[in-house]
């Protein structure tokens, strides 16, 4: 099993910035794919961010956050991060880490989710 674990949320006012954090942990595993969702109550989930495990780690992020957040990746410590930047309002919501790929004990593959972290913008 993989575990993921997100930290870094909190309440922060509009313009602000967050840092969030995802780790991972459990079986050693190899990850072809690590992302940021994000879900409102009430409003469906959200893929916020992707980071790919390949050289060069490409990334590609939703509309409304592009400019703004930044995906980036310590495959040392299995973690991957979210720099968030000029914080909105519309940013609100609970943030979820998932991470797809091949345990590789077993060759089975895998998708992950951590529980989520509030992140609320607000004066």
């Known amino acids: 099993q993989v575990q993921l674990v997100e930290s870094g949320g909190g309440l922060v006012q509009p313009g602000g910035s967050l840092r969030l954090s995802c780790a991972a942990s459990g079986s050693i595993f190899n990850s072809n794919y690590m992302g940021w969702y994000r879900q409102a109550p009430g409003k469906q989930r959200e893929l916020v961010a992707t980071?790919?495990?390949?050289?060069?780690?490409?990334?590609t992020y939703a509309d409304s956050v592009k400019g703004r957040f930044t995906i980036s990746r310590d495959n040392a410590k299995n973690t991957v991060y979210l720099q968030m930047n000029s914080l909105k309002s519309e940013d609100t919501a609970v943030y979820y880490c998932n991470a797809r790929g091949v345990i590789v004990d077993s060759l089975k593959p895998f998708t992950s989710w951590g529980r989520g972290t509030q992140v609320t913008v607000s004066s």
């Open positions: 980071i790919s495990s390949g050289g060069g780690g490409r990334s």
